[in-house]
């Protein structure tokens, strides 16, 4: 099956975890109240010819805040695929407002999940912590599906809701 890899994303951080209504629509061009109160703005963040991207720039160590990347996932048709996020932090994701329900393979492995992708865009929002000790926060982000998806940082207007200031 083909392997699609996330290589960019419109991302925030630091900023509280109920700064972000994750089962709303994201409005990347608004604001976010970020955890030491002041406004941040959502950002492009590329990802390296491996497909990591590190959200550790995000944030402050020691914080309590998270960082939110999105991807504006294309599919063709509707399909079942499975979602991949290999990250050593406690990941938590959400497509188009919806919870996916994560499970991490072998204890230390990437966690995954089953998901429906509607035809056409839909939207993927990710939670990440801070890491306790200010180090990396890498993660890969990968769909796996019978027929390959496209996807973008949210400029082909990608909108939702976030809590800002």
Known sequence: QPVSIVGQYRAVGPVATSAVDPTA???LDAEVAGDAGRALAWRRI????????????LLSPGS????????AIDSETGQEA?????T??????????KPVPLARSKGTGPFSSRIE????PST????????GNGSAVPLVTTIVAPRAVGFSAGES???AAVGTK
């Not at 992708?117 to 056409?120: A, D, E, I, N, R």
Request: aromatic share 4%; hydrophobic share 55%.
């Open 25 to 27: 629509r994201i409005d």
């Open 46 to 57: 590329n990802a390296d010819a491996e497909g990591l991207v590190d959200l550790g720039a």
């Open 64 to 71: 309590s805040g998270v960082a939110y990347a999105v991807a």
């Open 82 to 86: 499975r979602l991949v996020l290999d």
């Open 88 to 97: 050593p932090g406690a990941v938590a994701a959400w497509l188009d407002g």
């Open 117 to 120: 992708l509607p035809q056409g």
């Open 124 to 131: 993927l929002l990710i939670r990440m912590p801070a890491a």
């Open 157 to 159: 207007g990608l909108s």
